[in-house]
C-alpha cells in the first residue's frame, strides 16, 4: 500500500472525519453503559452491573485510542457532549429503563458502533490508511462481542 493519505491533508481530514464519527459513537456508548451500571435494578442485577462495568472499561481505553489516532492524522478530536451529539448516531438515555431495556438498548448501540467502525474501516482503505483501517477493525470485533453478549442476554428471557 502507497500510504498516500500521510501526504494528502485532505485525505487525512476525510478519514478523521470518520473516526470522530466513531469516536462521538463509543463515547456515547461509554457514557450510556456507565449510567446503566450505576442505575441497573432487578433480579439480574449482578450479573448485569458487572457485565456493564466490563464493557464500560473496554470502552473507556478505546475512546483514548480512537482520539489520539485522530490526533496523529493532524486534526482535532472533537471533545464535548455537544460535538458528540452532533457527530453521533447512537442517542443517549436520560432515564433509568428496565433492565431487559437496558440490554435491548445496548445491543442496538453496539450494532450501530460496528457500522460506525466499519464506515471508518471503508474511508481508511480507500486513502490506503492500514493504521486506522486496523483501528476500526478491532472496534468492529470488541462491539461484535459486545453485542453477542448481551444478545445472549435476551435469549434467555
Known amino acids: 500500500m502507497s500510504n498516500a493519505y500521510r501526504n494528502d491533508q485532505a485525505a ?14 463509543t463515547y456515547t456508548l461509554y457514557l450510556k453503559t456507565q449510567g446503566f451500571h450505576w ?6 442485577f449482578y450479573d448485569l452491573h458487572k457485565l456493564f462495568e466490563a464493557q464500560y472499561g473496554e ?12 490526533r496523529a492524522l493532524g486534526a482535532k478530536a472533537p471533545a464535548s457532549y455537544g460535538e ?15 433492565a431487559v431495556e437496558m440490554v435491548r438498548q445496548l445491543l442496538a448501540d453496539n450494532r450501530g458502533a460496528v457500522r460506525s467502525a466499519q464506515a471508518a ?3 481508511a482503505e480507500a486513502h490506503d490508511d492500514v493504521g486506522t483501517a486496523d ?4 472496534r468492529i470485533r470488541a462491539h461484535e462481542k459486545a453485542a453477542w453478549m448481551l444478545e445472549s442476554l435476551l435469549a434467555r428471557e
Do not use: C, H, Y
Open 12 to 25: 487525512r481530514q476525510t478519514i478523521a472525519a470518520a473516526l470522530s464519527r466513531l469516536l462521538a459513537d
Open 39 to 44: 442505575n441497573v435494578a432487578g433480579p439480574r
Open 59 to 70: 470502552l473507556a481505553a478505546a475512546n483514548d485510542e480512537i482520539a489520539e489516532r485522530i
Open 84 to 98: 458528540f451529539k452532533q457527530l453521533a448516531s447512537i442517542v443517549e438515555e436520560a432515564g433509568a429503563p428496565a
Open 121 to 123: 474501516v471503508e474511508t
Open 135 to 138: 483501528l476500526a477493525t478491532q
